[in-house]
């Protein structure tokens, strides 16, 4: 099957798989036609963040299916390291 992923770093990029294939497996060919490392790129389909373990045909991906890959962002504090600096008690 043929699926295709919008980039924010330049045109869309199609991927020939199957729909057995894992999420992760698309990570990795974004990486190897990118440079991204996987960790900073999050694949999105019908507004949900797709898990790296979980394969295609369980998000209901068959083909002809376009994912939009967006970048991670990282940072903040967790809630515990602001109520503990702040001690929201």
């Given at each position: 099957?043929?699926?295709?992923?919008?980039?924010?770093?330049g045109?869309?990029?199609?991927?020939?798989?199957?729909?057995?294939?894992?999420?992760?497996?698309?990570y990795?060919?974004?990486?190897?036609?990118?440079?991204?490392?996987?960790?900073?790129?999050?694949?999105?389909?019908?507004?949900?963040?797709?898990?790296?373990?979980?394969?295609?045909?369980?998000?209901?991906?068959?083909?002809?299916?376009?994912?939009?890959?967006v970048?991670?962002?990282l940072?903040?504090?967790?809630?515990?390291?602001?109520?503990?600096?702040?001690?929201?008690?």
């Open positions: 099957i043929q699926i295709f992923v919008t980039t924010m770093w045109p869309t990029v199609t991927l020939n798989t199957r729909p057995s294939a894992t999420v992760g497996s698309l990795d060919e974004i990486q190897s036609r990118s440079g991204l490392a996987a960790s900073e790129v999050r694949l999105i389909y019908g507004g949900k963040a797709l898990e790296k373990d979980r394969m295609l045909y369980e998000y209901g991906i068959s083909g002809n299916e376009t994912l939009d890959s970048m991670r962002l940072g903040g504090h967790t809630t515990i390291g602001i109520a503990e600096t702040y001690n929201f008690g």
